[in-house]
Nanobody, 124 residues
Framework: QVQLVESGGGLVQTGGSLRLSCAAS????????MAWFRQAPGKEREFVAG????????RYADSVKGRFTISRDNAKATVYLQMNNLKPEDTAVYYC?????????????????WGQGTQVTVSS
């Protein structure tokens, strides 16, 4: 397993941007597929974006396509989520997660390591 620490959350107005980062410990980061999930109050945790171990394959939830971009820097053991044109419905706690799968996965049960989460609040 890897330890994951998210950062970059905050309060932003509608239409604004934020960049989340997730730093991983350990030397095997490049073996893991990574993803971002989010959980809004009273709602279930949902998949936002995923990336394969090498970074050339990505997948997005329909609600964020064209606005969010996931990327990774294996040399820095970090995965990023660039969020543009933010909407109030994007307000949630955002979690990064690591999966032993090499390929992109979306199912939360496929992820063995989770960060503590970072709050993103989008005001209208």
């Amino acid at each position: 397993q890897v330890q994951l620490v998210e950062s970059g959350g905050g309060l932003v107005q509608t239409g604004g941007s934020l960049r989340l980062s997730c730093a991983a410990s350990g030397r095997t980061f490049s073996r893991y597929a990574m993803a971002w999930f989010r959980q809004a109050p009273g709602k279930e945790r949902e998949f936002v974006a995923g990336i394969n171990f090498g970074g050339w394959s990505t997948r997005y939830a329909d609600s964020v396509k064209g606005r969010f971009t996931i990327s990774r820097d294996n040399a820095k053991a970090t995965v990023y989520l660039q969020m543009n044109n933010l909407k109030p419905e994007d307000t949630a706690v955002y979690y990064c997660a690591a999966s032993n799968s090499y390929m992109v996965v979306e199912t939360a049960t496929m992820f063995s390591s989770w960060g503590q989460g970072t709050q993103v609040t989008v005001s209208s």
